[in-house]
């Protein structure tokens, strides 16, 4: 089984409905992520948390939210789906080191379009 | 985070080595080099990070000049799922996530 799993890992839905993307790991690390990728383009993080209690906006965090359930869990909520938010989806999650953050593990992505 | 110039694509013999180049000429004492490579719209996928010396793992090599003004990712026997785009990243130790640029395009060619 993968470290962080994504679900689904393609969605079709129609403008206005809301949609969830799942992310689980099983990593044990306390920190996780929700990045956007657009063609072209790099990653753009949309949420972040680095435990249960503790939701932080990243810089393009305008219609979405999220939940964190658990420790593993992660959840991206499309409040009400707009075409513009077509796009891959990674969440990740990372642990500190000493000496700084490495090692991000990335799921495989979930690929979004709105129609 | 300190800015990243790459160029935006670059191309490499397979079995050579291939050097990706960065600018990070804003970079602070305390910001690490990361690198990074996104094989196909597959989940970004880490490759080494570095401070001050030179690094190697079972990846890569990251050469960081003297005035850790610019650092050099190199693969030293490229292959054909070498082909990604490779990100480079300067962050502090302990900063709170990551920020992706555009990158590398390198395509490794039979």
């Known amino acids: 089984d993968a470290d962080v799993t994504q679900t689904p890992r393609n969605r079709i839905t129609k403008t206005g409905k809301r949609i969830m993307l799942e992310c689980s790991q099983t990593?044990?690390?306390?920190?996780m992520y929700w990045y956007r990728q657009d063609p072209g383009l790099g990653l753009r993080l949309i949420y972040y948390?680095?435990?249960?209690?503790?939701?932080n906006k990243g810089e393009i965090s305008d219609g979405y939210s999220v939940s964190r359930q658990a420790q593993a869990k992660f959840s991206l909520s499309l409040e009400s789906a707009i075409p513009n938010q077509t796009a891959l989806y990674f969440c990740?999650?990372?642990?500190?080191?000493?000496?700084?953050?490495?090692?991000?593990?990335f799921g495989s992505g979930t690929r979004l379009t709105v129609v | 985070d300190a800015k990243t110039t790459q160029p935006p694509s670059m191309d490499c013999a397979e079995g050579r080595a291939a050097n990706l180049p960065c600018n990070h000429s804003?970079?602070?004492?305390?910001?690490?080099v990361y690198w990074y490579r996104q094989i196909h719209s597959q989940g970004p996928q880490y490759i080494i990070h570095?401070?001050?010396n030179n690094e190697t793992n079972e990846m890569a090599s990251l050469i960081i000049t003297e005035d850790r003004k610019s650092s050099t990712l190199i693969l030293p026997h490229a292959t054909l799922r070498d082909t990604a785009v490779y990100y480079c990243?300067?962050?502090?130790?302990?900063?709170?996530?990551?920020?992706f640029g555009k990158g590398t395009k390198l395509t490794v060619n039979p």
């Open positions: 570095g401070l001050k």
């Open positions: 804003t970079i602070s004492g305390n910001e690490y």
């Open positions: 948390s680095f435990d249960v209690k503790d939701i």
């Open positions: 990243i300067a962050t502090q130790g302990g900063s709170e996530k990551l920020v």
């Open positions: 990593k044990g690390h306390d920190r």
């Open positions: 990740a999650t990372s642990e500190p080191s000493a000496g700084g953050f490495y090692g991000y593990t």
